[in-house]
C-alpha cells in the first residue's frame, strides 16, 4: 500500500526543551521529516540564553504513527520532550457546542417579558394559532439531530454515548454553513418503534429532524415512518446526503470525459444506506445502467440472501466486483478499504471516473491509480473533489424550514444536485475540481433556493 497522506486528524502538539545553539531545531525537524510527519506550525514558547522551548504541530496518519513520530524527537540528542498534546481530543474536550440566550437579561422588565408573567400571553397565542410556533420560538430555527449509534462513520456499532461526537460536530456544521441551531438526540434504543415513537414525541420543539448514524436496513424503515407521520421534514443523511453531492460530483465529471448519465455503466461498490440512496438518486436523475454490489459480489436475482432494499436493484447477471467493472464508465465506493485495485480499474471504458469514498482509507488510494483514471474523487480532506455532505445538508434544511416544506422529496434532492454543480463554472472544471469546495458561502444559499423552488413546484412549501 501506499502511505497514506498525514492529516490534521492525527495531528500532535510536541512541547520540545532545546539547547539554544544553531541547527537543534533543524534537527528536530529532520526526524519529524524521517518519521513521515508534516509539520506544520513552530512557535516560540520561552528562551533563555541556555535554552529554548517550542511547540511543533504535526499532522501524522494514524494514532500509532503520531507516537512513531514522538518516539523519533525524543530520540534526537539534546532534545527533551516536554510534553505531548492531542489536538483532535483537546479540541473536543468538555464538547464543541453549547446553548446561549439571544436576548440579555439585565432587569426585571427583561425578565417579566422572557418569562413569567409575559410568557403566559405568547402561551395563549400559540394555543390559540398553532402556526405562530414557528415565529414566537426556536422551532422554524430548529434541528433535531437523532441517531440510535449503530452505524457511527466507519466505526459500526458503538452506541449513543460514543455516537455524541459526531453529533455535536453535526450540529456545528449546521450553525456554521446555514446559521440553523440543532442538537443532538442520542437515543438508549436500537429497537425501531420506540426511536419512532421518541422522535414523533419530541417533534414539537423541531423543524427538522435529521437521522444519521443509523444502520441499514432499520434506517430505510425509521425515515419512512416517521416521513409518514410528521408534518416536518425528515432527512436520513446518510442516505440522501450522500447520494446528492455524489451526483453533483458526477455530473461534472461526465462532462470533463464528454459522456452521457443516460449511457455510462455505473458501478456502486456498497448497498448499504449510502449505496441504495445513490442508485436511487442517480435512477431519478436518468442513469439506466446501474449495477450495485455488495461483500459477496453482484446483487443478483440469482441470490436469496437480499433484503427489499437490494432486491430493488438485484440484476440477471452474478459475479464479482471485477466481474461488474469490467467495460464500466464509473466506480463509485461507499464500502470499505482496499476494495478496488488497479488491475480492476484498468478493466474500466476508456476515461473512467473513480468516486473511492470509504473513509479514512477508500477503496483504493489516488496514488496507485493515477495517469489511469480520469477523474479522481474521495472522501477524504487531504485529496481533491471531496464528496462531502456538508455541501448538502446545511443549505437542504434551511430552504426546507425557510419554506416550512412538510417534507423533503427526490425531485429536492435532485434539484440540490445540480444547484451544487452549477456553482463549478466551466471555465473552471477540472478534473482536481468536480465541485466547490465546502468553505464556498454560495453553496448553502445557493441550495436552498433551489430546495423552496422544488417545495413549490411540488405544493410542499407552508409558506
Given at each position: ?155 459500526g456499532n458503538l452506541g449513543p454515548e460514543a455516537a455524541l461526537p459526531v453529533m455535536e460536530g453535526k450540529a456545528m456544521l449546521f450553525k456554521e454553513f446555514a446559521g440553523l441551531d440543532a442538537f443532538p438526540i442520542c437515543l438508549a434504543t436500537q429497537d425501531t418503534d420506540q426511536i419512532v415513537e421518541v422522535v414523533k414525541q419530541i ?261
Open positions: 500500500m501506499v502511505n497514506l497522506t498525514p492529516t490534521s486528524s492525527f495531528s500532535v502538539t510536541i512541547r520540545i526543551q532545546i539547547p539554544n545553539h544553531a541547527g537543534m531545531l533543524a534537527n528536530v525537524t529532520q526526524a519529524i521529516a524521517a518519521a513521515g510527519g508534516n509539520l506544520g506550525q513552530i512557535d516560540l514558547i520561552e528562551q533563555t540564553r541556555n535554552f529554548l522551548i517550542r511547540e511543533l504541530t504535526v499532522d501524522a496518519v494514524s494514532s500509532n504513527h503520531a507516537e512513531e513520530i514522538v518516539q523519533a524527537v525524543k530520540a534526537v540528542p539534546e532534545a527533551q520532550v516536554l510534553n505531548v498534546f492531542d489536538r483532535t481530543f483537546n479540541l473536543h474536550r468538555g464538547g464543541k457546542i453549547h446553548v446561549e440566550s439571544k436576548i440579555p437579561l439585565k432587569n426585571q422588565m427583561d425578565l417579566a417579558m422572557a418569562y413569567t408573567p409575559g410568557v403566559g400571553r405568547i402561551c395563549t397565542e400559540i394555543a390559540q394559532n398553532p402556526e405562530q410556533v414557528y415565529n414566537l420560538t426556536i422551532k422554524g430555527n430548529m434541528i433535531a439531530i437523532v441517531t440510535d449509534g449503530s452505524a457511527v462513520l466507519g466505526l417533534a414539537p420543539v423541531f423543524g427538522g429532524v435529521n437521522l444519521e448514524d443509523i444502520a441499514a436496513p432499520r434506517c430505510f424503515e425509521i425515515e419512512e415512518r416517521l416521513s409518514q407521520e410528521l408534518d416536518i421534514p425528515v432527512f436520513h443523511d446518510d442516505q440522501h446526503g450522500t447520494a446528492i453531492v455524489s451526483l453533483a460530483a458526477l455530473i461534472n465529471a461526465l462532462k470533463l470525459v464528454n459522456k452521457s448519465l443516460e449511457m455510462v455503466k455505473i458501478v456502486i461498490n456498497g448497498a448499504g444506506a449510502a449505496g441504495v440512496a445513490i442508485a436511487r438518486l442517480l435512477r431519478k436523475a436518468g442513469a439506466t445502467q446501474i449495477c450495485l454490489c455488495d461483500s459477496k459480489g453482484i446483487l443478483s436475482l440469482s441470490r436469496s440472501d437480499l433484503n427489499p432494499q437490494k432486491q430493488e436493484f438485484a440484476v440477471t447477471a452474478a459475479g464479482t466486483l471485477a466481474d461488474a467493472l469490467q467495460g464500466a464508465d464509473v466506480f463509485l465506493g461507499v464500502s470499505v478499504p482496499g476494495v478496488l485495485t488497479p488491475e480492476m480499474v484498468q478493466t474500466m471504458a476508456r476515461d473512467p471516473i473513480v468516486f473511492a469514498m470509504a473513509n479514512p482509507i477508500p477503496e483504493i488510494q489516488p496514488e496507485l491509480v493515477r495517469g489511469i483514471v480520469a477523474v479522481m474523487a474521495t472522501g477524504r480532506s487531504d485529496y481533491p473533489n471531496q464528496i462531502n455532505n456538508v455541501l448538502a445538508f446545511p443549505g437542504l434544511f434551511r430552504g426546507a424550514l425557510d419554506c416550512r416544506a412538510k417534507a423533503l422529496t427526490m425531485t429536492m434532492y435532485l434539484e440540490a444536485a445540480q444547484a451544487i454543480a452549477s456553482l463549478v463554472k466551466p471555465s473552471d472544471l477540472h478534473p482536481e475540481q468536480i465541485i466547490p469546495s465546502v468553505f464556498d458561502p454560495r453553496v448553502a444559499t445557493t441550495v436552498a433556493a433551489a430546495v423552496q423552488r422544488a417545495a413549490r413546484q411540488e405544493g410542499l412549501a407552508g409558506r
